[in-house]
């Protein structure tokens, strides 16, 4: 059953509700993410496969990575609250242009895996196969104020290759303000199938950079 985005806006309005409740009231957190969760899981169940994701990022201020997160808690998995109480992996995306009118501060080159690291972020770029896109990840960790062995370590990133002149738009979507005012190491390598990123390994370079 296909779910009218404006006849569900009070469901919208209450996760939203129950997700600032979530981040400010600490003891009450996991209840009401919990809450939050139920309501996330009734949308996807009645939604059509493959369109959760869409109907979250059109109707929530929560980020996709704490809506899955209270879905997780709602399906009786546990998480720490200190996963639920942060706030630095939500992306405000209210004020972006659209990507067919951002004008790109800076564009990868075609045959070269990118990496720079920003606040705390890396963030990659890496051809696809055929050389015809690029794959933009960010991985970054939930909450530095706790010790490094307890880093949650989180991943952002675009589903398929984009065009080299949309580059620019998905790292400012992923927290990178100006590409083209970093500092990016390149590196020769082949291409991949898929998005790279395994975040245990985030902040660790495996390649030999360019002369």
């Known amino acids: 059953m296909q779910v009218n985005p404006i006849s569900d ?3 919208a309005e209450e996760i939203n509700r129950l997700d600032e409740l979530a981040k400010t ?24 496969h493959g369109q959760w994701t869409s ?6 201020k929560v980020s996709l990575r704490q809506a899955q997160r209270y879905l997780a808690i709602a399906e009786g998995k546990e998480i720490p609250v200190r996963g639920l109480t942060g706030k630095n992996d939500i992306v405000s995306h209210l004020d972006m242009p659209h990507p067919a009118d951002f004008e790109p501060s800076w564009k990868p ?5 990118h990496v720079a690291l920003w606040n705390g972020s890396a963030y990659w770029v890496v051809p696809n196969l055929a050389h015809t896109g690029f794959h933009v990840s960010r991985l970054y960790v939930a909450d530095r104020s706790v010790p490094e062995s307890e880093w949650e ?21 992923f927290g990178l303000p100006c590409a083209g005012e970093v500092k990016w190491k390149a590196y020769k390598r082949p291409g991949q199938a898929r998005p790279f990123g395994e975040p245990a390994s985030a902040l660790q370079i495996q390649a030999t950079p360019l002369s």
């Open 55 to 60: 109907w979250v990022e059109a109707n929530v």
């Open 9 to 11: 806006s009070k469901i």
């Open 109 to 113: 080159a075609k045959d070269r895996w």
């Open 25 to 48: 009231h600490a003891n009450q957190a996991i209840d009401y993410a919990r809450q939050a969760g139920e309501l996330l899981l009734k949308i996807r169940r009645d939604l059509p």
């Open 153 to 173: 370590t989180l991943y952002d990133g675009t589903q398929g290759p984009v065009r080299a002149e949309r580059v620019d738009w998905f790292l400012k979507y």
